[in-house]
């Protein structure tokens, strides 16, 4: 038995792995959706699916199964997916929906089933799509409402069913349960008619705020009151009607409807009504509604007197790509308090016209590319806030306040692109709150202060308006400016020098693209309140800690496309705490080790830096373009040659010096040893002795020793260190130069004491090492009482055998005192001239 299962265990272990191998190659060329999140999204377009692969995790939320030939849906069909959120089976040739095919489906949001030639509808298709909100069934063959079996689908909130066959608006009946239905759009169908109740389903107590769009239908006719106590958000009736006669009739047809917006006119290529004529909107004296918008309306030959008839009781009134050159007659009494003219044909500003407007607030006239011309004054405009004459062609010699003089309420101005600007008699629109200029060239801007009496602006932008920074003074009076935008403008000497100033509201400044080399330590001082600073896109080499210290609350800083080689560590400590986003993309990075600690840095803060990806070396050639945060630091690191080196110098700095200080007593002694040597020469012996003895001995050597011999005849001079050493001078100076060199014999007085003093034994030391350098015996030794004879052996070592020594006893006895000092005045005398 054992030996079976032994032999067949690796045959076992090849046909498993095989298989395992295999079963991978067939998921491989099974399984080509791709997988935008694991487990979430997976994109399986075009790969002649004709059902759910198998390798969809059921986790799956988001599954794109367009362009596969599925043609069939049966019952359960996505039983594997149950978590599906949103589900795209754009043109999959889906043919038949069978009862239940979306049953599982019970998360499912969105489903798309766009271009599908959808023949049959089970009744129950779309049972259990419990969650379901947008519904897209545009371009799917639906002749008709009432076949879409979806009345169940009580969360639905958009149904899209462009692009089908609908002849009819006849809503059935099961729109009046679907309370939540935001968005119905109905766009290129087939409906020629509206007649009264149509819409009958939108009527009742739930107020439906639906957006319902028509356009692109070949209208003949509303039948007044089809429309009458319906409410809606928005209508969209936009190249609906064949002719002016046709589309009046049908705007008549309205009557009775409020709505919140209403959008008439044409698409742009697809334009059916040439003319605007007078009393072509006059229906619209009948409906209730907000806001008015006219889109694409090629030709205004004939007046305008109308146009305004009917829509004065709306707020908003938006006139978009309208061939309308001017503006012929306004009613004197409107509500509109939002006009805007977008892409007309305007030469003019038409000031005078629209100044009877009295509610307006907000006024635009923008991308108007006729619009050169501002001669006429605006008059008396007492609620007009927002003036946006931005995208035109406007030049103006003397902007702007003898025009707006008389909108005292004015606080935005936008124009931004617009031609040329000359502002030089200084703005007085003293409400203003923001000002913009971006890409209009200011003429004659930058020399002197123009914005003094700006107090209460907050916003200006003078991005890219050719300006040139001279003066200090140009931004002097706005004491309430927070974003100040200015890219793409120069300053003299490439320097912001003073110029912010008294900015000291500002939150936000871009000085991008500003050609800046520098900027001086003073330049932000006031600046403590800035959030945001972009000084990309200059040429900056350095980033100097001094300038940009006051900066504390700065919490976005763009240093983008400079000079930068590196940040310095002050530069680093420097940065403000709360900053989150830094970007040093683009700049010219320095990788090389003499900056490890800068590279450290940016590795350890890739959070806070941004596009890092782009931070990439320019220096040394090896690593052009690699990314900063690639830098191997490793490579910084010494060789073992040099880490040896830099471990073991200082060590061994650290020994000599220890080394000193143990021996310094022999390295002293030595030095002055050699020294002595050289001077030996000129040596003149003042004493006939030098005395080294314990300072316990020191009784004996006055009393018996110093008397005996100094008193004597003939006297000799002893050489004693409590009387004659030279006070103030180093102990081991006065030892070896008054001691040893200035005297011809050492007596060394030796006993317990001396042997267990160790300034004793030093000075022996000396001694005995003099005779060698000095080439004679010269040393005395008394031992003076009952010393450890070994001890001394040890201690004297040779000295004590050269023949030149004298080795004296002392004893307390008569006899033995009288030979001692014959003796001693023998050695001494020996030599003495
Ligand atoms: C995906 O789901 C499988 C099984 O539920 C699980 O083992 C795996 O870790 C998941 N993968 C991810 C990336 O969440
Ligand atoms: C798609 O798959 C079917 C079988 O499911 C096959 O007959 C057909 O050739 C495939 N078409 C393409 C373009 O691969
Ligand atoms: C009506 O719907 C629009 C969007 O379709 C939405 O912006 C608006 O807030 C809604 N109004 C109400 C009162 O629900
Ligand atoms: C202008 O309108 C009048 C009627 O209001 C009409 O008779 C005339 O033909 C129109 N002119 C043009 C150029 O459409
Ligand atoms: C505007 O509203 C007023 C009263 O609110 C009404 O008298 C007037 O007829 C309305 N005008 C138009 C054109 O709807
Ligand atoms: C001014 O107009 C331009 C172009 O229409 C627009 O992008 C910009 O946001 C406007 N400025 C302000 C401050 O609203
Ligand atoms: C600015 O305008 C106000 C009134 O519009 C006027 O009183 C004031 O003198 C003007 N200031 C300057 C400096 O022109
Ligand atoms: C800043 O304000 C002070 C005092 O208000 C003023 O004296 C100085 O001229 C101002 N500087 C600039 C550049 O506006
Ligand atoms: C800074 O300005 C540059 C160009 O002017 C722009 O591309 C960039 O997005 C700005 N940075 C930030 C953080 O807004
Ligand atoms: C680095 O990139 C720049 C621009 O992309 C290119 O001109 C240059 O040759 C590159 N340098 C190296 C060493 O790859």
């Given amino acids: 038995m054992l030996g079976r299962g032994a032999l067949s265990f690796p045959t076992c272990l090849v046909l498993s792995s095989a298989i395992l191998f295999l079963s991978q190659l067939m998921a491989c060329s099974f399984n080509p959706c791709v997988e935008v999140i694991p487990n979430i999204t997976y994109r399986c377009m075009d790969l002649n699916l004709s059902g759910v692969p198998a390798e969809i995790p059921p986790s799956t939320e988001n599954l794109d199964l367009s362009f596969n030939p599925l043609v ?28 239940y095919a979306f049953k599982d489906l019970h998360k499912l949001l969105t489903l798309i089933l ?22 897209i069934a545009v371009e799917d063959d639906i002749s008709s409402l009432a076949d879409l079996p979806i009345g169940h689908l009580h969360t639905l909130q958009e149904l899209n069913v462009a692009n089908n066959q609908v002849d009819s608006l006849k809503l ?29 389903a939108l009527q009742g107590e739930k107020k439906h705020n639906l957006t319902l769009v028509l356009s692109l239908n070949d209208i003949k006719c509303i039948q007044p009151g089809s429309f009458e106590g319906i409410l809606l958000h928005e209508l969209s009736l936009r190249a609906c009607f064949e002719n002016t006669g046709l589309m009046k009739a049908c705007i008549q047809g309205l009557a009775g409807l409020q709505v919140n917006r209403l959008v008439l006119g044409e698409f742009r290529n697809i334009g059916r009504v040439e003319d605007f004529s007078n009393g072509l909107l006059d229906g619209l004296c009948q409906v209730q509604l907000q806001e008015f918008v006219f889109i694409s309306f090629q030709r205004f030959d004939n007046c305008t007197d109308t146009l305004f008839d009917c829509l004065v009781n709306a707020s908003t009134i938006r006139l978009v790509d309208l061939s309308l050159d001017q503006v012929s007659a306004v009613p004197t009494a409107s509500r509109i308090h939002h006009l805007e003219f977008n892409t007309c044909k305007f030469i003019e500003v038409p000031a005078k016209k629209l100044s009877s407007f009295k509610e307006l607030r907000v006024l635009r006239i923008t991308n108007s590319k006729y619009l050169t011309g501002f001669r006429e004054k605006f008059k008396d405009l007492p609620n007009l806030e927002v003036l946006d004459l931005s995208v035109n062609r406007l030049s103006f010699i003397q902007c702007c306040d003898s025009y707006l003089k008389r909108i005292p309420k004015l606080k935005h101005l936008n124009l931004s692109f617009n031609s040329i600007i000359s502002v030089t008699g200084g703005l007085n629109i003293t409400e203003l709150v923001s000002l913009d200029f971006r890409h209009s060239k200011l003429n004659d801007f930058g020399s002197f202060p123009v914005f003094h009496c700006l107090g209460k602006l907050i916003y200006l932008d003078i ?30 000497d490439n320097n912001l020098g003073n110029s912010l100033m008294n900015l000291t509201q500002l939150l936000t400044l871009d000085v991008s693209s500003c050609k800046l080399t520098q900027v001086s330590p003073s330049t932000f001082k006031s600046l403590t309140k800035l959030q945001e600073l972009n000084i990309s896109h200059n040429k900056l080499l350095a980033f100097d800690p001094l300038a940009y210290k006051p900066l504390q609350a700065l919490t976005v800083l763009d240093f983008s496309s400079n000079q930068l080689t590196v940040l310095t560590e002050k530069a680093m400590e420097s940065l403000p705490s709360c900053l989150v986003h830094l970007d040093l993309s683009y700049n010219l990075f320095d990788c090389s080790c003499n900056h490890l600690s800068f590279l450290k840095w940016a590795k350890e803060h890739g959070e806070l830096l941004k596009s890092t990806q782009l931070m990439v070396c320019n220096n040394p050639v090896h690593m052009q373009n690699m990314s900063v945060l690639s830098f191997d630091l490793s490579s910084c690191h010494l060789s073992p040659v040099e880490w040896v080196m830099s471990v073991s110098v200082p060590f061994a700095g650290i020994l000599f010096v220890i080394l000193i200080y143990k021996y310094y007593f022999l390295l002293y002694y030595g030095l002055v040893l050699h020294s002595g040597c050289r001077r030996y020469t000129d040596r003149n012996d003042t004493y006939d002795a030098f005395v080294i003895h314990s300072s316990k001995d020191i009784e004996w050597v006055r009393k018996e020793l110093a008397e005996k011999l100094e008193g004597g005849m003939p006297p000799f001079q002893l050489c004693l260190h409590y009387r004659d050493f030279i006070p103030g001078v180093p102990i081991t100076t006065n030892i070896i130069q008054e001691g040893f060199l200035s005297s011809r014999r050492v007596i060394a007085v030796i006993s317990n004491h001396f042997m267990e003093s160790k300034w004793c034994s030093f000075e022996l030391e000396i001694a005995q090492s003099w005779q060698f350098v000095d080439g004679k015996a010269s040393l005395i030794m008394i031992v003076l009482e009952e010393v450890d004879k070994v001890l001394l052996r040890r201690k004297l070592g040779l000295s004590r055998y050269l023949r030149r020594n004298t080795y004296l006893e002392w004893r307390d006895q008569e006899i033995s005192r009288h030979l001692f000092w014959r003796q001693l005045r023998t050695a001494l005398l020996d030599d003495k001239t």
């Avoid at 069909?77 to 069978?98: A, M, N, W």
């Avoid at 766009?187 to 819409?199: A, C, P, Q, V, Y």
């Fill in 114 to 135: 766009t271009a599908n030639p959808l023949q049959h509808l089970g009744p129950t298709a779309f049972y259990g799509l419990a969650s379901l909100q947008r519904l």
């Fill in 172 to 200: 059935p009946g099961y729109f009046s349960h679907l309370s939540l239905l935001r968005f119905l759009s109905l766009k290129s169908n087939r409906i020629s008619s509206i007649s009264t109740g149509d819409l009958a």
């Fill in 72 to 99: 069939s849906l049966t019952s359960n069909y996505f039983s594997e997916v149950p978590e599906l959120r949103l589900l795209d089976l754009t043109r999959c040739h889906i043919q038949t929906i069978e009862d």
């Fill in 463 to 492: 991005s890219y308006t050719s300006s040139h920074i001279a003066s200090q003074c140009t931004f002097s009076g706005l004491k309430s400016l927070q974003v100040l935008k200015m890219a793409g403008n120069s300053f003299q």
